[in-house]
């Protein structure tokens, strides 16, 4: 007797996923402001900086006819805020209003739903001029861009995420490219940008739904689900500790409005709790999400903490790689799980146990709005990226979405990293991603040109037979 493999929803949300900065280019044109990663000196040596990226600002509309041929069902892409306000805050930029006008309605004419983060990782400089979140007006200023995408936007996009991996620009922010504070007092300025992001989080959260009853907002977390190295309880009470400290802190406060306790008696005893006003609780408490999307690349493995320098990574910082706190946690490498030519470990049964440790937490439908494989492809000589490593990423991530979802998750869609080729966080264009290859070098602009790599028609099978494909 043959049994039917599960079938993916008809109304699942295939996608993939790019953001502003790192793919559109044209970073000074049509009155568009610099932002934070504009302004970035440390963009490591040898990589590229943001001012081209992929061209998708000027590209757009080849790109989305491109995601149609693939099949893709959404797109989650962000919006540049200092396209649609220059310094942040003051005067409206028209022509960068437009610009989100025309890529939406591209999309919608070929049935492509957006996706639309908010805000990733490009604060405008002229707010971080100004202390950036930890300056109050940020937050009155996001919640006026929202109120800005909500009324331009609203009639066409459902799907809101307010914040991309708030958690990773306070754990990683000179990396990121978010923040140039460093050292221990930078963190007490950190935790209280949090804060800020937390109330421009839930005030935007309320304003979406007040103001179009038919969208749904969620915040967009990196979730890396933390395992003990061993069975010994302090190692798997220093696991709980650090997923609260890396995960729900962020994701308690999207959703139930309140600081997780773990979180919270840790950074007051580091001395970085942030000041909570009576105000404030009510603002957390006034903004609920619809959904709880995250970006999943792998798990983090610790142990209980030997109190000194051991338990700090000896090479590397990164968002995916555990780098350890003296005296709270010691980074471990799962010897169990293979590495990335970045070094980034890969697990898919963890993307199983997230889904799994997210609704049990929470009871509200997921979006995976990143997970995906950086490689260093090449062009075959017949002119395609034979990029085989990654369809076996990503099969054996959708699989253990499918067995989510036998375990009565409820999953909203899949949008992996990313549509097409960008530039990297920290590493550059050598460390590709995409569906859609683009033909140029780290320097050399070369032509632009796109083209798809084996892993879209591979996809398009999986959205086209709404995951019956894996099985073949
Ligand atoms: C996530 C970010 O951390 O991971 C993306 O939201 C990023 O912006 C992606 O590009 C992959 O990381 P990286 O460092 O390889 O670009």
Redesign the pocket.
Known sequence: MSIDPILFPTDFLWGAST?AY?VEGAWNEDGKGPSVQDARTHVPEGTTDFTVAADHYHRYAEDVAMMADIGLKAYRFSIAWTRILPEGDGAENPAGIAFYHRLIDELLAHDIVPIVTMF??DLPQALAERGGWANPATVDAFVRFGDILFREYGSKVTYWLTI??QN?MIQHGRMLGTTTLEGDAAQVDLFAQNHAMFLAQARVMARCHELLPQAKIGPAP?IAYVYPESCRPEDVLTADTWNAIRNWLYTDLAVRGTYNNVAWSYLERKGWAPSVTDEDLAVLASGKPDFVAF?Y?ATQTVAAPSGDESDLRRRGED?QMVRGEVGLYKAVDNPNLPKNAFGWEIDPVGFRMTFRALWDRYGLPLLVT?NGL?ARDTLGDDGMVHDDYRIDYLQRHIEQIRLAVGDGVGVLGYCP?SAIDLI????GFA?R?GFIHVDRDEFDLKSLARSRKASSYWYAQVIESRGASLDA
Request: proline share 0%.
């Open positions: 953001s790192q990733h990782f991309n991996e990773m990196n970006n690349y968002q990143e950086g990293w990297s966080t920290h590493q460390k991603y």
